[in-house]
């Protein structure tokens, strides 16, 4: 190809295949622009088809590129000429015109993009242009592999090729520091070059170092590797690994070690106590020599995984040895092997495990051994949240005797996973465990079940359905679904004793082609729009209005639609927690500087629009001037609801503006002491929460909800009293009222508790927790308009018949309540009054009982003596069941006269924390017994026991069955 002007354009080396016309265009334009370095000046071309010796005369420099491709020696040919429609022409203006974005990005970005690929395809970038020419040299990422340079494009390895691109990359890369560094040699076996090779990734402080030479002298691997002081993740695969005698590692915290010859204690002890902060271990094919006990304590360890499939046994002359696992803070464990050695978590380990993986696939030998070991293993890990079983796995458990016996509970076990297909009897050894996994949410059968599987209608496994199946299953993924009978019949009969199932997704097999519908879907999925910028301006801000700012303002970088969405958002929300550092010992330490800005900045950009929610916390920052800033900025945006937390500030940083703000809908302040001006003035606020507020004076407190006039809801928490005798709450729109002073609301120390008075003709709510330092009054409007109570009293060890007469005092002026929720800590304060029974008042309208905590003898009495003055309770609940210390007897006083709400109106009995001993199960009979219009007994099995006894609760439920109602329309749920 020649240029009317002489100059020669075959001198470009065009050394690629056929491309297509488009990526040909860009890149031969670059070209000739720069061969020809003429600006503004016309020029013809001709271009000789080398086939035919055609020559055709171009004017047009894009059209002569648009029309030629290259055949594969190299040669510039003439393609087919022909006229384009006004579409393709619009199109082909559009590429030629658009600028090279990615060269524009920054250094850093471009590096990162790098470090994904393999160095030889990095280094090939270097072709593109000027801008690429030295940029690989910093990428600092390298990736050396062997595979990657071979002859003809067979995986044959060019060794010269391979040792050549090698020492000249590392020979023209600049002095920076490597990020990663990974050599994998399947075939180039020098063992001094490649000594040299890592040597200059440790010298250049390498962070993430991967080796994979199974074929190399264990020797090429250099001391420093063990000593150095910037490695974060370490992988070494040889045929052999051979740790040095002393290892310091500081920064380690990823190890990947493959074929580690265990020599002694010592070896092991040296090797984990070498690497102080390591989170991730990962060990494969290893192997112990003449060891019976290897232990691996590590502090830090987060996940472990063990891949002893091929072997991780003792040699030839050793037996299995014991593995020893202490590690406290291990969350993820994973083990894929024959169990040759006996793995032993310690208490630490399974205790803080979260996540289990176990593949234990069934050898032909050692089947008894392996089983009663795999077994075992379980054992330890019951504690876990996720569990991942292998269909070998449980086949190996089938080999044991009594299973179902000797199988552990799984108390806390929300997600099951089971890989492989299941047969008949991995499915019955499947419903086996079921019954150990009380709380199971969520159940995976990722290879489906084989078509031998043999399910029938009266079979024993759906005779008594599990009760994680029926009461807390809500996740059911079945992949891998041909629809044969045994599936569909499996997934019918989830459907029909799901009582709370709520999804249930079934994959279908994947076939090869697809069908032009499922064809049309997938185009669907791909093309599928973004339907949530789509979204209105007021639903997104509905919908950011419930993160942290610091979370709204990140979302700005999601594309335009976002860009400047957060500043429109009526909720603000400052944390100094959520802007923190970690100190040397990982706690969560706030960033000042950073936090101050950031609240700046935002305020700053935001718009003018007015605040729905101002929240600030700052638990470090104390600067007080710029905190009344902050806060008077958002009161003057009109904000409603206002809630700041200064422990740590001075009062006085809260502005007087935001006590006459005639915006503010609900109020919470929380300060060391709580100070209000003289002058208060709130016309629209209807919910305050104060914390350690100071009642002064009686003026004080007329002026403090004298000018709240609609205020609905009132929490205090803390509060304290200076010298007062009387402190009255008058507030006529007042609804719900909640003191909290279980730590001190009290006298000061000079003077005696007071009296608290409230007046609030529209109660409806009142709890009140504490100690009762001071006398509760209610007047008679406030308890004759409330519904509902919630009162714990707890009783100190001083002011024992005190508090018991205040106590009785408050309830007898809640009498009129229709719900009614006590401690078992304020029956044992009745209880220290004298003759109880004879001063308790008569809950006339209590309809709804709810008694927290476990009920002991005592309190059982005292309970059975308040039945008789609540005659039309109709539900009862008991939140934390008996103690197994209450003793009921056939003819004791408690049962001799039945109460009479109990056999004329109890209709519920909610019974939660149930553990089935006799003291719980006498007590329920006899409720069942004597009630005669109970329509409903729910009975919620304790979660938290250490050992679940499935025959006990058979028992107990075919007990039940059975037992003497007094109502034939009671229902017995067990949950």
């Not at 002489?6 to 470009?12: I, R």
């Not at 290897?294 to 991780?312: C, E, G, N, R």
């Not at 009897?425 to 043999?454: K, N």
């Amino acid at each position: 190809m020649k240029g009317e002007n002489g100059t020669d354009f075959m001198g470009l080396n065009f050394k690629e295949e056929a491309t297509e016309a488009g990526v040909m265009r860009m890149v031969l334009e670059k070209l000739m622009v720069k061969k020809l370095k003429r600006k503004g000046e016309d020029c013809n071309f001709n271009m000789e088809n080398m086939e035919y010796s055609q020559v055709v005369d171009w004017n047009d420099l894009h059209e002569m590129v648009t029309a030629t491709c290259y055949t594969p020696d190299g040669q510039v040919v003439l393609r087919k000429s022909k006229r384009l429609t006004m579409r393709e022409k619009y199109k082909q203006h559009e590429i030629e015109h658009v600028g090279d974005y990615i060269s524009n990005l920054h250094d850093c970005i471009l590096h990162h993009i790098l470090s994904f690929m393999p160095t030889k395809e990095v280094v090939k970038t270097s072709a593109l242009s000027k801008r690429w020419k030295n940029l690989w040299a910093s990428v600092p990422s390298i990736d050396f592999d062997d595979e990657l340079l071979s002859i003809n494009g067979r995986a044959r390895p060019h060794v010269t090729s391979f040792v050549k691109f090698v020492e000249r990359v590392l020979r023209l890369r600049d002095a920076s520091n490597m990020k990663k560094f990974r050599l994998s040699c399947g075939v180039f076996r020098d063992g001094f070059q490649i000594y040299a090779w890592i040597f200059h990734a440790v010298m250049h402080n390498v962070e993430e170092l991967d080796i994979c030479l199974l074929e190399v002298d264990p020797s090429v691997i250099p001391r420093c590797v063990f000593d150095s002081t910037s490695l974060v993740s370490l992988k070494i695969e040889l045929n052999v690994v051979q740790l040095p005698s002393h290892i310091h590692l500081p920064c380690l915290k990823s190890l990947h070690l493959s074929y580690l010859q265990f020599l002694s204690d010592d070896y092991t002890d040296n090797l984990f106590s070498g690497c102080p902060v390591l989170e991730k271990l990962i060990l494969s094919d290893c192997m112990v020599i003449h060891l019976n006990n290897i232990v691996i304590s590590i502090p830090s360890l987060k996940s472990l995984t063990i891949d002893d499939y091929s072997d991780f046994e003792a040699d030839d002359d050793s037996t299995g040895c014991k593995l020893k696992i202490d590690a406290p803070n291990l969350t993820y464990f994973e083990y894929i092997g024959h169990m040759s050695s006996e793995i032993l978590l310690n208490d630490n380990a399974s205790s803080s495990l979260v996540k289990a993986c176990i593949h234990i696939p069934l050898p032909k030998e050692r089947q008894t051994e392996v089983a009663c070991r795999a077994l075992d293993l379980l054992k330890r890990l019951q504690n876990v949240v996720s569990l991942s079983l292998s269909i070998d796995t449980m086949e190996s458990l089938i080999c044991t005797d009594n299973m179902a016996l000797h199988f552990p509970v799984f108390a806390n076990l929300t997600d099951l996973v089971l890989t492989k297909e299941m047969d008949n009897y991995t499915c019955r050894a499947l419903m086996d465990m079921l019954y150990f996994c009380p709380v199971l949410q969520s159940i995976c059968l990722s290879e489906g079940f084989e078509e031998c599987v043999d399910f029938r209608e009266n079979d024993r496994i759906w005779f008594l359905v599990p009760s994680c199946v029926s009461n807390c299953l809500k996740t059911v993924n079945f992949r891998n679904f041909c629809g044969i009978d045994c599936e569909v019949f499996f997934l019918k009969r989830v459907l029909k004793y799901g009582h709370v199932l709520e999804r249930m997704n079934v994959v279908l097999r994947k076939s090869k082609r697809l069908t032009m519908r499922e064809k049309y879907k997938q185009h669907e999925i791909e093309h599928v729009g973004d339907y949530i910028s789509n979204l209105p301006d007021c639903i997104l801000h509905h919908i950011l209005s419930f993160m942290p700012t610091i979370e709204v303002i990140k979302t700005s970088a999601l594309s335009k639609r976002w860009k400047n969405l957060w500043a429109l958002v009526p909720n603000i929300d400052f944390d100094d927690e959520l802007l923190s550092l970690r100190d040397l010992k990982g706690r969560a330490r706030p960033h000042v500087t950073s936090f101050v800005k950031f609240v700046e900045r935002v305020l700053r950009l935001r718009d003018a629009s007015n605040m729905k929610k101002f929240r600030l916390s700052c638990g470090v920052f104390r600067d007080g001037f710029q905190i009344y800033a902050w806060i008077f900025h958002a009161v003057m945006h009109n904000v409603k609801e206002l809630d700041i937390s200064l422990l740590e500030v001075d009062p006085s940083v809260i502005p007087r503006c935001v006590f006459d703000s005639t915006s503010l809908i609900s109020l919470k302040i929380e300060l060391n002491v709580v100070q209000f001006p003289s002058h208060i003035h709130l016309p629209c606020l209807k919910s305050l929460h104060l914390s350690y507020l100071q009642f002064l004076s009686d003026d004080y407190t007329d002026n403090l909800f004298s000018g709240c006039p609609v205020l609905e809801t009132l929490i205090l928490s803390d509060c304290m009293v200076i010298h007062l005798d009387n402190i009255v709450i008058s507030i006529p729109s007042l609804k719900s009222l909640t003191i909290d002073d279980d730590s001190d609301f009290d006298a000061g120390d000079n003077s005696i508790g007071c009296k608290l008075k409230i007046d609030a003709p529209n109660l409806t709510y009142f709890k009140y927790i504490g100690h009762l330092s001071s006398e509760i009054l209610l007047n008679d409007n406030s308890s004759s308009s409330l519904v509902k109570a919630c009162i714990h009293i707890p009783l100190p060890k001083e002011r024992q018949t005190e508090v018991a007469c205040r106590a009785l005092d408050l309830l007898t002026q809640l009498q009129n309540v229709v719900s009614l929720s006590l401690s078992v800590d304020t029956m044992e304060a009745l209880i220290c009054t004298e003759s109880m029974p004879f001063h308790f008042p008569a809950f006339s309208n209590l309809i709804h009982l709810v008694l927290t905590k476990e009920i002991e003898n005592y309190t059982f009495r005292a309970l059975m003596d308040m039945l008789y003055f609540c005659p039309i309770l109709q539900s009862i609940c008991f939140s934390e069941g008996f103690e197994e210390a209450i003793d009921f007897r056939e003819k004791d006083r408690i049962w001799f006269l039945v109460p009479v709400c109990v056999s004329n109106c109890l209709k519920t009995v909610t019974y939660k924390n149930f553990g089935g001993n006799d003291s719980e199960i006498y007590f329920l009979k006899r409720v069942l017994k004597y009630a005669l219009v109970l329509e409903r007994m729910n009975m919620c099995w304790c979660k938290t026991r250490v050992v679940v006894d499935v025959k006990k609760e058979i028992e107990v439920r075919m007990d039940f069955e059975t037992v003497e109602r007094s109502s034939k329309a009671c229902v017995v749920n067990f949950l």
